[in-house]
């Protein structure tokens, strides 16, 4: 029985870290603009925001939440460089045939 508090422990931290991770990512450009809402975030997220963000959409500000109200419908308007590159700071994926 002495496995029961330490188990229970690991179930609370796993709901708790579940709750922190973003549903819904939205890029504004620097006219306030939408250009960028989806699930998947449009930088690296290991990395600082203020690292990667610039690199992709210059003058943006990203906000992230964790509902999904309105990310239903996605949005991508980033610059062609950044798309075909994949996400900064991670190389774009080679294909698999």
């Known amino acids: ?19 922190a991770a973003a549903s819904c990512y939205v890029v504004y450009g620097p006219d306030k603009d939408i250009i960028y809402r989806a699930p998947e975030p449009p930088v690296d997220m290991s990395r600082q925001i203020h690292e990667t963000l610039p690199l992709v959409a210059p003058g943006s500000t990203l906000v992230f939440s964790p509902d999904n109200h309105g990310c239903d419908v996605a949005i991508n308007r980033l610059p062609l460089a950044s798309a075909q590159r994949g996400m900064v700071g991670r190389p774009a994926r080679a294909d698999r045939g």
Not at 1 to 19: E, I
């Open 1 to 19: 029985m002495t496995a029961f508090p330490y188990a229970a422990a690991a179930l609370v931290a796993a709901l708790f870290s579940q709750s």
